[in-house]
């Protein structure tokens, strides 16, 4: 009977090993957390061990499976939206023909602000009153487009939206047009006359206008369109200004007539234009020293450039540009009338309107002494000069697309 019970024991111990296995392989089935229970359980019935490694193997055959399909998955989606990316960029060549208006934008960005956001301020969907109407030629008249364009603005917004509701886009709008319509009589691109050999270019303006620098990029546009030109470098009071043109020749190809500093201007402009005469030069550009317009003995020697070169060409200089730096705001009004009683100043270059809130200057400008503003820069770029376009100028301060 001993013998027996250990043998039925040994019976429901084997069924009992039996049943084991049956409940085990669910364990497996969970997530691979339960592999470690497996192998512990045949320390315990090492003779069983034969059962074990069965459900050992579908555990671990699952395991491979799984991180094969993971970077599968996982790499697909990631280099299909690294593809997609660069074909975003591709419309980049237009980018760079809207180039000058985008730069344009950007240059006048501080100017708009300071006349748009004033616009923006008096406006909540209400009716135009006499109340908005002063304010909004107060705000003009702070953006420094003077008094007289802040009047012919809001007078003519007056008779055409007095009493109606308007938002503040209309009136931008608005202000846009009128703006062109002022501004569109002096864009005038400068005309070379081909006849002339040379046509004579006298730059003048004061100290840090950006004269020099202008020069130079008139030059490489002048080279652009196959003109020969000749510079002379009539700032003979600073070695740095000299030596800054002779870099911009080298670099376009343009011969530069100097001497040295502290060397008589009239007399180097008389050998330059000589020299260019003889060679039948398409266009001749001087540059002159910076001057304040309130120091009447500079003044003076600029206007004996004009008599000493006429001995040569008593047409000459054939177009007189005066650079204005739009930083200088209302200032430039004052720059204008004593250039034009020192030299025959004919047309305007407006510089530096990307370092300025003072955009506005140019329209008071254009409005009061009607000088055809031949170009305008913004920024120090050889591109960043180019002629002035009135409507993209007007719908720029206004933060209007062109």
């Known amino acids: ?180 319509e002022i501004l569109q009589p002096v864009a005038v691109p400068l005309t070379i006359d081909a006849a002339r050999k040379p046509h004579v270019v006298l730059v003048v303006g004061v100290n840090g206008s950006g004269k020099t620098t202008t020069i130079a990029k008139l030059a490489g546009l002048y080279k652009g369109e196959g003109r020969s030109v000749l510079l002379a470098a009539g700032d003979t009071f600073r070695a740095a200004a000299v030596e800054q043109l002779k870099v911009w020749g080298d ?33 001749l550009l001087i540059d002159t020293a910076g001057r304040l317009h309130n120091k009447t003995n500079l003044m003076e020697e600029l206007a004996k450039i004009v008599r000493v070169i006429r001995k040569l060409d008593p047409e000459a200089p054939h177009s007189c540009l005066l650079v204005l730096d739009a930083t200088t705001g209302q200032n430039a009004h004052a720059q204008v009338e004593t250039f034009k009683t020192m030299s025959p100043v004919d047309a305007l270059v407006v510089t530096k309107l990307d370092g300025s809130a003072k955009g506005g200057v140019l329209v008071a400008l254009a409005e009061k002494f009607k000088l055809p503003v031949v170009a305008i820069g913004v920024g120090e770029g050889i591109d960043d000069l180019q002629p002035f376009e009135a409507r993209a100028f007007a719908r720029g301060l206004m933060g209007l697309p062109a």
């Open 251 to 283: 670099r376009a190809g343009v011969p530069v007539v100097s001497k040295q500093t502290g060397a008589d201007a009239a007399g180097l402009a008389y050998e330059a234009l000589e020299r260019a005469r003889a060679e039948k030069t398409d266009v």
């Open 1 to 180: 009977m001993s013998e027996t019970e250990p043998e039925k024991k040994g019976w429901f111990a084997r069924l009992r090993s039996r049943v084991a296995p049956t409940v085990e392989p669910p364990k497996p089935a969970e997530p691979e957390v339960a592999q470690p229970e497996p192998v512990e359980p045949p320390v315990a019935a090492e003779p069983e061990t034969p059962f074990a490694p069965p459900p050992i193997e579908p555990a671990s055959e699952p395991v491979p499976m799984a991180p094969e399909p993971e970077p599968v998955a996982v790499a697909a989606p990631v280099e299909a939206v690294v593809e997609k990316e660069p074909e975003v960029e591709k419309p980049e060549p237009e980018v760079e023909k809207k180039g000058w208006l985008s730069r344009l934008r950007e240059g006048l960005s501080k100017s708009t602000k300071k006349v748009a956001e004033s616009i923006t301020g008096l406006f909540t969907k209400k009716k135009l009153d006499q109340q908005t109407l002063d304010d909004l030629e107060d705000a003009l008249i702070q953006a420094d487009l003077g008094v007289a364009v802040a009047a012919r603005l809001v007078g003519k917004l007056s008779k055409e939206r007095f009493g109606k509701e308007v938002t503040e886009e209309e009136v931008r709008a608005a202000f846009a047009d009128d703006i062109a």
